[in-house]
């Protein structure tokens, strides 16, 4: 699979090394708004082809998939111009602003007949199979609760996109996709949300919700900008609980790990390997099924929406997304 790539921002880098290094899979290709960033871009990730604007990728007879690594409020567009240009496409998280666009995504992608998967990597670690298999094989027993908790703190670069709501900005659709995507993966679709954010400058920073699902199974998400990073996860059943301290994506200088505290207060440690990005790409570009990926993306477009709703509303939002 030939990747072209829309946009030249922070995950570029790291993305374009990943794809470059899964295999059977190449990048020909990168475009920018800027003809400079562009060429820069080009030269500095070792991509053969740079251009000016985003269109000429989608048309070009050399690329066969897009990487679209634009802030939010773009990413229905050009997944949906990409499609349409029968390309495959790898949307980065999160998958659009609201459900709505996410499903005319999905509409597109299957009326082209290509594939599409979003870039939330950490579903795609072998780690998340197992801890997955472990709410299924009956390890932790009857799920109960999950606790999400995921944040950094950083200072933001001037007109970071993240700090602009046009373009999509603020916790609840950069984190808070992690966050509810996490108890998604454990619990399948919740069925309501509340939340309540604090705003700086209009911009959610930081958000904390509480997730209702079938089966009296609930969950409590964190997610912000003020705080040091944390990435953890609880999924807690009536025997034992699962707890990861890194779920969305390992720490850099460590095996990813997961701990099983079981009743009898025992801890079993576990400790995986492989890249989750490399899985991700290699994933999309097989022949494998998407239909678990699409849904879950789905579900969390629609939670996230619903989480945005009630941190203005102050209501319980009724989430719907089947
Ligand atoms: N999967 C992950 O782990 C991960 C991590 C970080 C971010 N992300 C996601 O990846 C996406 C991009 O994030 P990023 O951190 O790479 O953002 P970024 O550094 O701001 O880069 C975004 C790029 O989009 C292009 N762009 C087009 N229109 C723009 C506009 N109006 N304003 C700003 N940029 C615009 C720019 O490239 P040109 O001007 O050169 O075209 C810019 O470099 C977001 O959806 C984010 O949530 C994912």
Redesign the pocket.
Known sequence: MRFGV??????????VADLQSTPDVSVTMI????AT??AW?GAEYGIARAVAG?EQVLRDSEVDAVY????????AQWCIAAAQAGKHVL????LAIDHAEAVAIDQACRDAGVRWLD???WLHHERTTRLREWVSDGTIGKLRHISVAISFFEPF?H????L?P???GGCV??LG?YAAGCAIAAAGAPRRAQATTLLRDGVAFRCTAILWFDGDVTATVHCGYDTATRKWMEWAGDQASVVCDDF??PWPDRPPRVWIHNRAGEVQSHAFSGSQ?RNLIAKLASDEPLESFHLQALRTQATVEAMIASSQTGAVETIRCE
């Open positions: 829309l946009g030249t921002g922070r995950i570029t880098r790291r993305l475009g920018s708004r800027d960033r562009a871009s985003y679209v690594a634009l802030p939010p409020s773009l990413h949307c980065e998280k999160p870039a939330t990597a670069q007109g970071d996109h993240r602009d046009r373009l999509g659709l950069d996709w969305s994506r990005e």
